[in-house]
């Protein structure tokens, strides 16, 4: 997969692993990480409170999907029967409860693999409408009310066509939810007169707001921006009347990644102070005081807001400006300047300036896989410090970067001036690896464990007015046989990881977890919870896409018990300990479950400064190996550390092997009732044959219904052959590169003797 990345000095010497040890045998047709259930599509995509409706899914790896499960519990789904009574493949009854939230909601399926990644279900108190026939032209367009929602999937190369009426004067609201309900749709949207005679245009995701001209009726036409279409390209079409004057509330979305850092903990929901125009230039600088809270507007274009205040020399602020982290497309500004009049005459002296907030880690540099992850925890927004040198008057001046052509009234900010508040918030996701041979996948990573496996979760840190210290890692509410262990983010660092592990005979369950890192602030524990990251859409080659991650709701951790880890490295269970500056052995049991491309499998330790360690070897075929750490080298001081070894090897995967023995089962029995069907076959006919003339007519009919369950059983002989083809075909063993973890292993350092 993409995103396998140890930061800076790790980051190298992990390249330089995974090429030239572990992985140098990797070709191009290898695939990437072990197969893991993903959700894809939900149709529809959602649903009005209070009602029920019935839901079609698809995806990969969920061909035996059994339960439709929603983050929240007010939201209920049931599998669809047939008039036998039997259940439908991939087809469930949603009910949504009248209590239940409105807003975006987490779907998943539990399938043999464990959860499922998730997918955008709606919930809203429109009326709500399914496409479910062509309506690429004028005269098919399908007629779509006021005041209700369409689930649509786009038409590949062509235009979908809605026709509605209104009245004039009526305010009209078109909204087109693609992207923020994790579709691949770039939407552009027209409203047109009857004759299909475009009125107003929107092609860049925005919303429409329509005043209707004169009675009649209206066309909107949908399509995407350069003609894709498909299963992946859904959309939902709201539309909806509304006051003049009134605000939009658009159609809910998910959340990019960076919106974890924001709102810093305790902010009110709306600003005490509003910007006013016109406020351009310094003759017109609207006056503020310290501390301060401003709602403001990148509007008109090019727009420049300037304020004023007052400031002592020594005084020390924190400035924040939440923008892009709203799902924005603004990359805010901030420069303050000291200003000494003398009469007319202005002497301005810059103070401090204000850009990005960085990542804590290197990112990708050009938006795909390769030399970083598609992950980003941080943002176009604003977190600084301010310090005031001089006494008097100070101007703030803030703009957005790339506003010089944006004329968009809804490019809002939020400016926030305070005195410390020291704080962190975290972001997690599923540990990627990052490979030289042309694989740059980009795919979920449901916390869908094997038995026997450790999954681990980079989790990231954006530290807030100069809180320093260290952040433990925290699970809970974990299934049976499910333990989570947290290697914190050490004090002045920003980077953690967090291990989640099966043990081989845990049972199958799911279970919602509780994430968060801990922390001691001006001698007082908070917690804050961390958030789960995932991309909304699996790339198996993001050369030719962008890969788009959101954030989750919730933190769904499952495990198999059917499926099993290909490798488990497992340490000792008690506490490892050394005397600083000595070297310490640590024995590692293999329980090996696959047969493996190569013969070494190439470590490196992760957690607590050990990751400086140099990388080992251990064998792909022992039972047992050793990993030695040095102390003295690595300058460890006393103390209990946590730590993990991990690497990459190519298993040969093989897919339910378990299938081809229950298909040759059924074989054997399909075999073996078509045998006894012959024998009666030729009984009955041989009696036939002998039968007296008014015996017969009964006797051939006894001969044809018995010929006739013989043709059926030869054709479920038939079938089940092609079953054990295909299950044995499936079973194939497959090279996948995957990463392996050790269970985490406790160490303590004791302090060397005085001499």
């Known amino acids: 997969m993409t995103d396998f990345v140890c930061y800076s000095r790790c980051r190298s010497m992990l390249l330089a692993a995974l090429v030239c040890g572990a992985f140098a045998s990797v070709s191009f047709a290898q695939s990437v990480g072990l197969p893991a259930p993903r959700l894809l599509t939900t149709t529809p995509m959602g649903a009005k409170i209070g009602s029920q409706v019935e839901v079609t899914i698809s995806g990969e ?4 999907a059994d339960e439709l499960m929603f983050f929240d519990r007010r939201i209920t ?8 009574g039997q259940a439908e493949p991939k087809k469930y009854v949603v009910s949504i409860a009248a209590d239940c939230p409105i807003g975006i909601h987490e779907a998943r399926v539990m399938t043999r693999l464990g959860i499922s990644s998730s997918r955008a279900f709606c919930v809203g108190t429109l009326d709500e409408a399914v496409q479910t026939k062509p309506n690429t032209t004028l005269a098919t367009a399908m007629e779509l009310k006021v005041n209700s929602i369409c689930n649509a999937t786009m038409t590949q190369r062509a235009v979908d066509h809605y026709v509605f009426e209104a009245k004039k004067g009526q305010r009209v609201i078109v909204d087109c939810a693609t992207r923020g309900i994790d579709s691949k749709l770039d939407a552009t949207v027209i409203v047109a007169d009857a004759a299909g005679r475009d009125l107003l245009v ?13 009675d009649g009726k209206y066309v909107i036409k949908v399509h995407e921006l350069t003609f894709k279409g498909g299963q992946a390209y859904y959309y939902r079409l709201g539309l909806w009347e509304l006051p003049v004057g009134a605000p939009i509330v658009r159609l809910p979305s998910t959340k990019p990644v960076n919106s974890f850092s924001w709102p810093p903990q305790g902010l009110k929901e709306q600003a005490e102070l509003a910007e006013v125009e016109p406020n351009s230039d310094r003759t017109k600088a609207q006056k503020i005081s310290l501390p301060c809270d401003i709602a403001g507007s990148f509007f008109p274009a090019a727009d420049v807001d300037v304020f004023e205040f007052e400031a002592k020399k020594g005084d020390v602020w924190w400035v924040e400006v939440a923008s892009e982290r709203f799902g924005l497309p603004t990359d805010p500004s901030i420069l303050v300047q000291h200003v000494a009049r003398s009469g007319d005459v202005e002497k301005l002296t810059d103070v401090a300036e204000f850009s990005d907030i960085p990542s804590p880690v290197k990112v990708s540099s050009n938006g795909y896989a390769y030399d970083g992850p598609p992950y980003n925890a941080g943002s176009a927004d604003i977190l600084g410090k301010l310090e005031i040198k001089e006494e008097g008057l100070h101007r703030l001046q803030i703009t957005d970067l790339f506003g010089g052509t944006r004329n968009d009234l809804k490019n809002v900010y939020r400016l926030v001036i305070r005195k410390a508040a020291p704080d962190f918030a975290v972001v997690a996701w599923a540990l990627h690896m990052e490979l030289r041979n042309g694989d740059r996948n ?12 450790t999954m681990a979760l980079e989790v990231l840190a954006i530290r807030r007015d100069g809180f320093d210290g260290d952040i433990d890692l925290v699970m809970e509410g974990l299934p049976e046989g499910v333990t989570a262990s947290g290697l914190k983010i050490p004090a002045g660092q920003s980077r953690g990881l967090m291990l989640v592990t099966a043990n081989q005979n845990a049972p199958r369950a799911v279970g919602s977890g509780t994430f968060f890192g801990r922390a001691t602030i001006n001698g007082e524990v908070v917690t804050r919870t961390c958030r789960l990251a995932s991309h909304a859409w699996p790339i198996p080659d993001s050369w030719g896409e962008i890969p788009s991650p959101r954030l989750m709701a919730d933190v769904p951790v499952s495990v198999s018990g059917l499926e099993f880890a290909p490798l488990t490295l497992t340490p000792p269970k008690e506490v490892q300990t050394v005397t600083a500056g000595e070297k310490l052995t640590i024995p590692l049991l293999h329980t090996r479950r696959s047969e493996f491309s190569g013969a070494v499998l190439q470590l490196r330790a992760m957690g607590a400064g050990f990751d400086r360690a140099p990388q080992f070897d251990v064998s792909l075929t022992a039972d047992q190996s050793q990993a030695v750490l040095d102390t003295a080298a690595l300058k460890t001081a006393p103390g209990d550390y946590l730590i993990a070894f991990y690497g990459g090897a190519v298993a040969k995967y093989r897919h339910q092997p378990e299938a081809i023995v229950a298909a040759e089962e059924t074989h054997k029995k399909a075999v073996q009732e078509l045998m006894a069907i012959e024998a009666e076959v030729k009984k009955l006919t041989e009696a036939a044959k002998a039968a007296a003339s008014e015996a ?9 219904a018995v010929t006739a369950k013989q043709k059926a059983a030869a054709a479920a002989v038939a079938a089940a052959a092609e079953k054990i083809k295909q299950a ?8 996948i590169v995957d990463i392996v973890v050790s269970e985490p292993i406790k160490i303590r350092v004791n302090p060397a003797e005085k001499k």
Do not use: C, H, M, Y
């Not at 929107?202 to 004169?214: K, M, Q, Y």
């Not at 044995?728 to 090279?735: F, H, L, M, N």
């Open 61 to 64: 790896s969920i061909e035996d």
């Open 77 to 84: 789904a049931a599998r669809k029967l047939n008039a036998a």
């Open 202 to 214: 929107e092609r860049r995701g925005g919303v429409l707001d329509f005043i209707v001209p004169a």
């Open 442 to 453: 980009a795919v979920s990573k449901p916390l869908a464990l094997r038995g026997g496996a």
């Open 696 to 704: 017969k007519p009964e006797a051939d009919k006894a001969v044809e």
């Open 728 to 735: 044995t075909a499936a079973a194939q063993p497959r090279d």
